[in-house]
């Protein structure tokens, strides 16, 4: 019987990265309970464009962040080249930190 396909893996033969699997990779090692950590990934209908939303609760928040967001940086820079690999662009969002609320916003800073 074949493995149950997850909602967030890559479909066979698109080249797309598995971006869910991948941050599970590289944060699961870093937390206490890795049961807190929620990860939903949507694609867009080619694949190419991915939107990562990240959530964890507790003590696991800030050691997936690192001191400074420094973890979470490096993190992001490694979604980054796996998806310029591919083609493509991701954007991360971890929920509960002002990341998610103000990244991609320009306030007019440069108009």
């Not at 967030?8 to 090692?29: I, K």
């Not at 990240?54 to 967001?69: E, F, I, N, Q, V």
Request: proline fraction near 6%; glycine fraction near 14%; include cysteine.
């Amino acid at each position: 019987m074949p493995p149950e396909a997850r909602a967030d893996a890559p479909q066979p033969g698109t080249g797309a990265p598995d971006y869910a699997g991948l941050l599970r990779f590289l944060l699961e090692p870093l937390l206490d309970s890795p049961d807190s950590l929620r990860l939903d990934c949507e694609r867009t209908k080619g694949g190419q464009q991915a939107w990562i939303r990240l959530a964890l609760k507790g003590s696991d928040r800030g050691r997936a962040l690192g001191r400074g967001g420094r973890n979470v940086q490096a993190i992001e820079t490694l979604l980054h080249a796996a998806a310029a690999a591919a083609g493509g662009t991701v954007r991360l969002e971890v929920y509960g930190t002002d990341r998610a609320d103000d990244r991609g916003q320009n306030n007019g800073a440069n108009a």
